[in-house]
């Protein structure tokens, strides 16, 4: 954490931070319709910070409500929040009026600054008081006086950032709640800083020349990092396309010439099928996170571009990537080494660290860490300075961690501990299976049994014989008492907005 790069003034605001000295006529945001270099950007975010604190009448500290899809127009809005020395609190597009009244009362929302096509949700929501009235809207036809771009027009084009602490909070950033209720964190304007000069300068190497492109909503924190500060902090190009699919993204990235993809393993798995069809020869770095990279998916990316991908654990309470590696450090099956500026170690459930090949609670201690906006969580989430993720992980001698499941989710079946990862990366190697997810299943006799849900590719069908056939395959791989005796084959598997399997709603079924 006393990286000599890891060093900011006292006062820092983050996005005055990261904007001051880029080269003003290069190109910052492509969007589907709208292109801006840096000027055009700091124009965007200056104006907006002036509705923000002018008619909107918001003060240092207040909190802004966030809502739209991956376009410029939302970036330069989380942006102006920070510059004007308000909190941003991003919301992923897809949350309901209820879920949206939970986060916005949570975090005691002043105002909101929502894409118009997501005005219904928002005016289903129970906001607190003070936000209510004192919202705008953006991106949408004519220009009503309650559009954030009328009450740009006439603000001024300059505005100085408003002086912060680096301490001070800028970012409240929601998890997607994979089991239910969200968790609120809160980020300071030096955490931003700090991403933005771990990950991506001692892994990614990035610079000025790339373009980056994925998938992940701003709203997540791993895309914010990854298509928006990163490029930002480096001076390089961020392409911000809406809902695309394994197709679209491929071709977003023929189109615009991407050097750097972020997404999560499901997309790389389907981009995998498809990728000969796509000049993909401007990609140099696939980053692939939020939840573990199959073995199988590693293997058919590189098949299909000749790219070894990037794998990197991050979570919303430390707002970005702490362990990965690249290339030559990138090690078969492992998620890598702390990057670093990261310590990470491996725990026993009395809180004592275990010896290498030995699973436990992985626990990572840095510059940047879970700070709840609810106390009682908090308790949960850090113990002695270290960060307990929630995964179960193992080290090798070597100083490598290896992900092996949620540590929730590791299923245990006539008293054997059985990671459903594990189980899933052989069935994914099996021609007939595009995706799968493996979970314990209550069982009166062995406790819990391993149970497969599996999508099926495109020309097989369901039967008894080919869920015998997945049964013996696994078998063959690895030890036996790890198949599956219940296989149930879906067309699709739940999964958040984030792209993490919801193995919660395999269980239920
Ligand atoms: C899981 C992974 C194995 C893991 C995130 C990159 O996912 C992000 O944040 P969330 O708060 O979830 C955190 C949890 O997700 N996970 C994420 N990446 C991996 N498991 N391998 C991986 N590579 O359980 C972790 O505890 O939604 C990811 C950057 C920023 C993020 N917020």
Redesign the pocket.
């Known amino acids: 954490f006393d990286l000599p790069e890891l060093q900011y003034p006292p006062r820092l605001n983050c996005v005055a931070a990261l904007l001051e000295g880029c080269a003003p006529e290069r190109i910052a945001l492509r969007g589907a319709q709208i292109e801006w270099t840096y000027a055009q950007l700091m124009e965007q975010v200056d104006r907006i910070a002036h509705v923000l604190r002018g008619p909107m009448k918001l003060e240092t500290g207040n909190r802004v409500l966030l809502r739209g899809a991956n376009n410029p127009m939302m970036a330069a809005c989380i942006l102006a929040v920070i510059k004007a020395g308000l909190i941003a609190v991003p919301t992923m597009p897809l949350l309901r009026a209820r879920e949206l009244g939970t986060i916005a009362n949570k975090a005691q929302v002043n105002a909101v600054l929502c894409a118009d096509c997501l005005r219904v949700e928002l005016e289903a929501a129970e906001l607190p008081q003070a936000a209510r009235g004192n919202t705008l809207w953006f991106g949408g036809e004519g220009s009503a006086p309650d559009t954030l771009e009328a009450a740009m027009a006439a603000q001024p084009a300059h505005f100085d950032s408003v002086d912060t602490a680096a301490d001070d909070v800028c970012l409240i950033?929601f998890?997607?709640g994979?089991t239910g209720v969200p968790k609120g964190?809160m980020h300071f304007h030096r955490d931003v800083m700090v991403i933005c000069d771990c990950f991506p300068r001692s892994v990614l190497h990035s610079q000025r020349s790339d373009v980056f492109i994925g998938t992940?909503p701003l709203a997540?924190?791993?895309?914010?990092?990854?298509l928006l500060l990163f490029p930002l902090r480096v001076g390089a190009t961020a392409v911000l396309l809406e809902k695309l699919s394994s197709e679209t993204l491929l071709k977003a990235i023929e189109t615009y010439r991407a050097t750097v993809c972020f997404t999560?393993?499901t997309l790389y798995r389907q981009m995998a099928v498809v990728a000969g069809q796509y000049d993909l020869s401007s990609l140099h770095k696939s980053v692939?996170?939020?939840?573990?990279?199959p073995a199988a998916t590693r293997e058919s990316w590189r098949q299909a571009t000749g790219l070894v991908m990037i794998?990197?654990?991050?979570?919303?309470?430390?707002?970005?990537?702490f362990?990965?590696a690249a290339g030559e450090q990138a090690r078969p099956g492992a998620?890598g080494k702390p990057v670093p500026g990261y310590q990470a170690c491996i725990l026993d459930l009395n809180g004592k660290p275990v010896g290498p090949g030995v699973i436990g609670r992985?626990a990572v201690k840095g510059p940047t860490g879970c700070r709840y906006l609810d106390d009682e969580r908090q308790r949960d989430y850090v113990l002695n300075g270290w960060n307990l993720?929630?995964?179960a992980y193992e080290m090798d001698a070597d100083g490598y961690f290896y992900?092996r499941s949620?540590t929730d989710d590791m299923i245990i079946s006539a008293g054997y501990n059985i990671a459903g990862?594990e189980v899933e990366d052989v069935l994914l190697r099996h021609p007939a299976v595009a995706e799968c997810g493996v979970v314990g299943k209550a069982d009166e006799e062995r406790g819990q049994i391993v149970e497969a849900h599996v999508v099926l590719r495109a020309g097989f069908e369901a039967s008894a014989e080919l869920a015998v056939q997945l049964q013996e395959f696994v078998k063959a791989q690895i030890a036996p008492y790890k198949y599956p005796r219940s296989v149930k084959f879906l067309h699709a598997l739940p999964r958040?907005e984030?792209g993490?399997l919801q193995r919660f709603k395999l269980r239920s079924e």
Request: charged share 15%; net charge negative; proline share 7%.
């Open positions: 950033s998890t997607s994979t964190t992940p997540f924190t791993f895309g914010l990092g990854g999560a393993p692939s996170a939020g939840e573990a990279l794998d990197g654990i991050g979570a919303t309470e430390l707002l970005h990537i362990i990965s998620t992985l993720t929630g995964d992900y949620r990862p958040t984030t993490k």
